[in-house]
């Protein structure tokens, strides 16, 4: 009798255990993570592409190997070569800027006495020399050059012959 009675209470036990299992919540499981979103990144404007101006022109009848007007002058003899240095520069000084710079001499009455235009590949600082010269003389008057830059007056310098 006494595994009857053992029995029992072990079995009432079990029971309990069974349903006190079967009755239990189930342990909440976490939300999912929420997908991995990048911040969107900021869009930062282009870099504005390098440009190139004309800072300078002088006139003068002598240029150094570096292109520079020796001496600047507005008045010249009829059979001096007269030098035009245009001083360039660009926005960004490590960048190459193609450009088309050109010189464009007339007299008094408007008519062209020479024309000349280069391309070039324009960094940082520089100087081109332009120059015109007649071997008989040029007319006693007033000239005139103006400096284009791909296509555009950039500056223009009034002279003298006597």
């Known amino acids: 009798m006494s595994r009857t009675r053992l029995l029992y209470p072990l079995s009432a036990a079990l029971a309990t255990a069974l349903v006190l299992t079967a009755c239990k919540k189930p342990e909440p499981t976490p939300p999912p993570a929420p997908p991995a979103t990048s911040e969107p990144t900021p869009m930062t404007p282009p870099a504005?592409?390098?440009?190139?101006?004309?800072?300078?022109?002088?006139?003068?009848?002598?240029?150094?190997?570096?292109?520079?007007?020796?001496?600047?002058?507005?008045?010249?003899?009829?059979?001096?070569?007269?030098?035009?240095?245009?001083?360039?520069?660009?926005?960004d000084a490590m960048a190459t800027v193609p450009g088309k710079l050109a010189a464009r001499w007339t007299f008094q009455d408007g008519q062209v006495v020479h024309e000349e235009s280069r391309d070039l590949s324009l960094t940082g600082d520089g100087t081109?020399?332009?120059q015109v010269s007649k071997p008989d003389?040029?007319?006693?008057?007033?000239?005139?050059?103006?400096?284009?830059?791909?296509?555009?007056?950039?500056?223009?310098?009034?002279?003298?012959?006597k």
Do not use: C, H, M, W
């Open 48 to 91: 504005a592409a390098a440009t190139a101006t004309v800072t300078s022109l002088e006139l003068g009848n002598a240029v150094g190997a570096d292109n520079r007007v020796a001496a600047p002058a507005t008045t010249f003899a009829p059979k001096d070569t007269i030098y035009a240095s245009v001083t360039t520069r660009t926005s």
């Open 128 to 130: 081109t020399a332009f």
């Open 137 to 161: 003389g040029f007319p006693v008057g007033r000239y005139k050059v103006e400096i284009s830059l791909d296509g555009s007056v950039v500056q223009s310098k009034e002279f003298e012959v």
